[in-house]
Structure formats: structure tokens, C-alpha cells
């Protein structure tokens, strides 16, 4: 089964803003995107450095705390390949770590 799937990988869905995306382990909306210099943080980084940042609201549905969101969601870039993600919390504007069970989380991956 994991080299069917590996072979025919899933499509990923086109969605509106706003729209809820059952992933199975985890329900993902996201809400807006854009392009800046400064992390959610609102610390400059010491190098001038291009972020594209995702605003989403999402909720763990797995049993047990869980941190691959950013295995979930990816941007498909057509000239490059962009880094892994780094995910905030709108909450406390700090890194987020695990995410519990059931529990609606909105952030930001820049």
C-alpha cells in the first residue's frame, strides 16, 4: 500500500478561503497569505530575508498531541524550493510546538 500511494500520491484540494479541509488528522482552514519581512513575532530577523506567511485555523483530531502540521500543508513554489515551515501561534506569537487533541489552534507558517 505505501508504494501505491507513494506512486499515485493524492491530489491537493483547491479550496476558498474560509473553507474547512478534512485531512483526516486534522481539520485545516486557511484564511489568508502574504509576503513579508517580519516573523509573526514582530522581531526582524538580523538577515533581510522574504517570508510568505499563511494564516490557517486547525484542529488535531488524533487521540494524542501531535506537531507534523507542517507535513499537511506545503506551497508549491515554481522556482524554487522553499525551507520547511516555521509554524506560530497567533495567540502568544511564539513557536509552536505540539498541538492537543481537539483543541482549535489559529497560526501562521512562514
Request: proline content about 13%; charged content about 15%.
Amino acid at each position: 500500500m505505501t508504494l501505491y500511494e507513494a506512486a499515485h500520491p493524492p491530489k491537493a484540494p483547491v479550496v476558498q478561503a474560509g473553507q474547512q479541509i478534512d485531512t483526516g488528522r486534522w481539520f485545516v482552514t486557511l484564511r489568508t497569505a502574504r509576503v513579508g519581512t517580519v516573523p509573526p513575532t514582530g522581531v526582524p530577523p538580523s538577515r533581510p530575508v522574504q517570508l510568505v506567511m499563511v494564516d490557517m485555523d486547525v484542529v488535531n483530531r488524533s487521540a494524542t498531541p501531535n506537531n507534523v502540521l507542517h507535513r499537511v500543508v506545503t506551497l508549491s513554489a515554481p522556482a524554487q524550493r522553499l525551507p520547511m515551515p516555521t509554524v506560530y501561534l497567533n495567540r502568544d506569537k511564539y513557536l509552536a510546538g505540539y498541538f492537543n487533541p481537539n483543541m482549535p489552534e489559529r497560526l501562521t507558517m512562514a
